[in-house]
């Protein structure tokens, strides 16, 4: 079992910044893949990002546009989301994910096993 809490989420005018963490604990994250995903209300879930265990290969979904960028540090069991530019259109509830690399790496909420409880992220116009 691995535990995931998200922070750094909050309320931000549009154009502004913001850095979500997911720190993990209960097992080794060196051990599997990672992602961002979030939930706008009346929406589907969405992947916002995912990262391989190693950090050499990223996804972006589309509506990221270059503005967010993933990383992970498997030494402090850790994995972030910079946001800048942020839209009000990006409002919602972002989720740290964690996947065992033997279940293989994607981006969709079913390739995941393990999710944190979300962190807001609301932003004004």
């Known amino acids: 079992q691995v535990q995931l809490v998200e922070s750094g989420g909050g309320l931000v005018q549009a154009g502004g910044s913001l850095n979500l963490t997911c720190a993990a604990s209960?097992?080794?994250?060196?051990?599997?893949?990672m992602g961002w995903f979030r939930q706008a209300p009346g929406k589907e879930r969405e992947v916002v990002a995912a990262?391989?265990?190693?950090?050499?290969?990223?996804y972006y979904a589309d509506f990221v546009q270059g503005r967010f960028i993933i990383s992970r540090d498997n030494a402090k069991n850790t994995q972030y989301l910079q946001m800048n530019s942020l839209k009000p259109e990006d409002t919602a509830v972002y989720f740290c994910?964690?996947?065992?690399?033997?279940?293989?790496?994607?981006?969709?909420?079913?390739?995941?096993?393990?999710w944190g409880q979300g962190t807001q992220v609301t932003v004004s116009s």
């Open positions: 209960g097992r080794t994250l060196s051990r599997f893949h």
């Open positions: 990262i391989t265990w190693s950090g050499q290969t990223t």
């Open positions: 994910t964690a996947n065992p690399i033997g279940s293989g790496y994607g981006q969709r909420p079913s390739d995941f096993n393990y």
